[in-house]
């Protein structure tokens, strides 16, 4: 699986866009681009996933490059749960098991 | 109504102990896992059984031993505790097949269960 780099924290006003990078400049053509989130302590959660294409959902956006090395995870109006540790993986879609190699993520700070 | 839950939540222990963290999910997958975060908060997989049948074994020390009475089941017994024991250890279940498009391949934790070796 390729590996992704994050910036190990940000800060972000409550109620602005919180824009969260990450470099996968060598994933391959079947690899996804996978989100996850972990709220101090809690169980991560899944937040998005895409291919190539942009994503939408009700909890955040991700914008993929056109060459798809990056990608950014976009939460449109930051409230102050949303402060977590928030992890970029890369990861084919396989049958079976799926096996989420978690790295340090981006620990993300709201600020009222 | 929790789709993957732990018990229990905290443990303390001695070294040297045996105890175990059960693990159960209501969500109808297929495959589940265990995953354990460190002190430096590093989430790695430990093991992961699809169908009952084990298919992930990370370098664990087989003083870890899971077991799956059934798919929605998957139990983790741990012998001769020792303080580098000491963690969160997060169940996690998915739906293997990715047959459908609305399946997105997407882990559901539980809330973990704090191990505290002394």
């Known amino acids: 699986d390729a590996k992704t780099t994050q910036p190990p924290s940000m800060d972000c006003a409550e109620g602005r866009a919180a824009n969260l990078p990450c470099n996968h400049s060598t994933i391959s053509g079947n690899e996804y681009v996978y989100w996850y989130r972990q709220i101090h302590s809690q169980g991560p959660q899944y937040i998005i996933h895409?291919?190539?294409n942009n994503e939408t959902n009700e909890m955040a956006s991700l914008i993929i490059t056109e060459d798809r090395k990056s990608s950014t995870l976009i939460l449109p109006h930051a409230t102050l749960r949303d402060t977590a540790v928030y992890y970029c993986?890369?990861?084919?879609?396989?049958?079976?098991?799926?096996?989420?190699?978690f790295g340090q993520g981006t620990r993300l700070t709201i600020n009222p | 109504d929790t789709a993957v839950s732990q018990t229990p939540k905290y443990l303390v222990t001695q070294m040297g102990n045996d105890k175990s963290i059960k693990c159960e999910q209501n969500?109808?997958?297929?495959?589940m896992y265990w995953y354990k975060q460190d002190s430096k908060k590093f989430l790695k997989i430990m093991f992961s059984?699809?169908?009952?049948?084990?298919?992930i074994n990370e370098t664990v020390p087989n003083r870890f031993s899971p077991k799956s009475p059934d798919k929605a089941h998957l139990n983790l017994h741990i012998n001769s505790l020792e303080l580098g024991d000491s963690a969160v250890y997060f169940c996690a279940s998915s739906q293997g097949l990715l047959t459908y498009s609305t399946n997105t391949g997407e882990l559901f934790f539980g809330e973990g269960s704090r191990l505290t070796v002394l």
């Open positions: 059984y699809n169908n009952k049948e084990l298919i």
């Open positions: 895409g291919l190539k």
């Open positions: 969500l109808g997958h297929d495959t």
């Open positions: 993986i890369v990861r084919a879609r396989i049958q079976g098991a799926q096996k989420l190699v």
